[in-house]
Structure formats: C-alpha cells, structure tokens
C-alpha cells in the first residue's frame, strides 16, 4: 500500500519568491507548489539548515541538513515567517492523506510522499537597528520685557550622534526659530534670541533621521 501511495502522487514543483520586509529582523519566504494529483491531498511544508551558499536557487545537498516539517497546509502556497536573517534554507513540499476519507480508499493515512524537489533560500542579513535615546535634557524660554525680547535655550542627547533639526513651533504649528546642530559627543545644545512673540505655549522639537521627541514650555 505504501508503494502504491507513493507512485500516485506527482512530483511537485515548487517556486520560491523572496520578500523580505523593511522592519529590522524581519524576514519571510513565500512559495508555491502545484498540486498532487491524489485528490484529497494535503501538504507538509519541509525546512532543512543550508550550510553553503544559495546557487542557482538551490542548496547543494552535500550541505542540507535534516529536512524538518515546519507547517501543513491544503492550499498550494505558504509563507515561512520563521526565518533568521543571514541563513540559507532549502525547502521541499510532502503530501499525505490526512484522513482516512480525505483520499480514495487505496492510499494509506499519513504517510507523506517522496519529497519535492528542492528549492534553496538565502535569507538577507538583518539592519541594524538605530541607537536610540534622542531626548531633551534641558529647556528654558525666558522673556525680556526691557528688550521686548525672548530668548530659548535647550539641550538634549543623541547617542546615535547624528545631525539634529530643531524647532520652536508656536500653536498654530508656526516654527518661529529653528536651525540644526551637529555634535561629535551626541550632547548637543542651543541659545536663540528673537522679538518676542505671542504664543502660549510653544513647542520645542528635535529631530534626527529616525524620529523627533518634543516638550511644550512657557515663556519666564
């Protein structure tokens, strides 16, 4: 019977397609296969380790490790969200008779089909995520009503040492001063005197290339 079994299923092609997603160690593989010809069939979705390089999309088998059952599906597409970036896999499909009924009575139960072909994946590597920590350490809005005048300073921290854009936005979303500021130490600090303004109250905003934190302050 199990002979029998394996000689009606079809050997199954599989075609992978990479998409690999923008967020930091965030990976999939998509693919599909075409369908055994035993009605009633259902799928084990194979993974082996590859210790070498993808080549020509596939493993070279000396290096595929012990092909595992990752997943089993009726449908004839699956997407591997499991995958470590920086690591090769090579994938293979398996059908079977889940029940009794799914199939014709001849075909044994749960015993899956010679593999598929093979098809190799090569993961990309993981960015690495931005430093993080940008915030505001110290602020002060002081009028001068001798000079009619108002004068911010502000500090803040960056350890990613970038650039930084600043800003003081009035309520109507109005930058009244802004300016950038570059910093070797990721301290970074500033003084701005202008005509005073009518505003209450005003926005203090810092920005590097992966995001902004602000504080609203009253004038003194």
Not at 45 to 62: D, E, K
Not at 118 to 126: E, K, Q
Not at 168 to 191: L, M
Not at 196 to 201: D, E, K, L, S
Request: charged share 10%; proline share 5%.
């Amino acid at each position: 019977m199990k002979t029998k079994m394996r000689a009606a299923f079809l050997f199954i092609v599989v075609g992978l397609l990479f998409a690999a997603h923008a967020s930091a160690g965030s990976h999939s593989v998509s693919f599909s296969w075409n369908a055994s010809t035993t009605v009633g069939a259902s799928y084990h979705v194979q993974r082996a380790p590859c210790s070498a390089a993808i080549t020509a999309g596939l493993c070279p088998s000396a290096s595929e490790g012990a092909f595992a059952i990752i997943a089993t599906v009726t449908a004839l597409t699956y997407t591997d969200a499991t995958v470590v970036g920086n690591t090769n896999y090579s994938y293979a499909i398996s059908a079977f008779c889940p029940t009794a009924t799914a199939c014709a009575p001849n075909f044994a139960v749960n015993q899956d089909s010679a593999l598929s072909n093979h098809i190799g994946a090569a993961i990309p590597p993981d960015a690495v995520a931005p430093a993080s920590g940008l915030a505001i350490t110290n602020i002060a809005l002081q009028h001068d009503p001798v000079n009619n005048t108002d004068t911010l300073t502000a500090s803040w921290h960056d350890p990613a040492k970038r650039s930084t854009d600043w800003s003081a936005i009035d309520t109507n979303g109005k930058a009244i001063v802004s300016g950038s500021v570059t910093s070797s130490t990721g301290d970074y600090s500033v003084s701005k005197t202008w005509p005073a303004h009518t505003y209450n109250p005003l926005t203090f905003k810092v920005c590097d290339t992966t995001g902004c934190t602000s504080q609203v302050i009253f004038p003194n």
